[in-house]
Nanobody, 124 residues
């Protein structure tokens, strides 16, 4: 059974950078599409970016603009989220999630495997 574990969350200053990692275990990511979501305090969870098995990616402009980059290493069963020019509003719990299928999606209900989340705090 596929399991996902996120890491890399930290306290970082405004304007800083951070890379989050998501490692899959139990089985290979295979042809699953993986996405990063986040949930800020008092807000609903929102999708940031998704990436297919072939490496094609899509990013939500509103939440990430061009500051966040999603990537994956299929050989190592890893997915990453590189974040730069961080703002206080980026403070959130960040989750990775996987779904069967090769199409982009940032709809939560389409993802059936979730990690436990990693906390990113951006302070001034």
């Amino acid at each position: 059974q596929l399991q996902l574990v996120e890491s890399g969350g930290a306290l970082v200053q405004v304007g800083g950078s951070l890379t989050l990692s998501c490692v899959a275990s139990g089985e290979s990511l295979g042809d699953r599409t993986v996405a990063w979501f986040r949930q800020a305090p008092g807000k609903e969870r929102e999708g940031i970016a998704s990436i297919t098995a072939s490496g094609a990616s899509a990013t939500d402009v509103d939440s990430a603009e061009d500051r966040f980059i999603i990537s994956r290493n299929n050989a190592e069963n890893m997915v990453y989220l590189q974040m730069s020019s961080l703002r206080s509003e980026d403070t959130a719990v960040y989750y990775c999630a996987a779904r069967t299928g090769s199409s982009f999606s940032l709809a939560e209900e389409k993802y059936d495997v979730w990690g436990q989340g990693t906390v990113v705090t951006v302070s001034s």
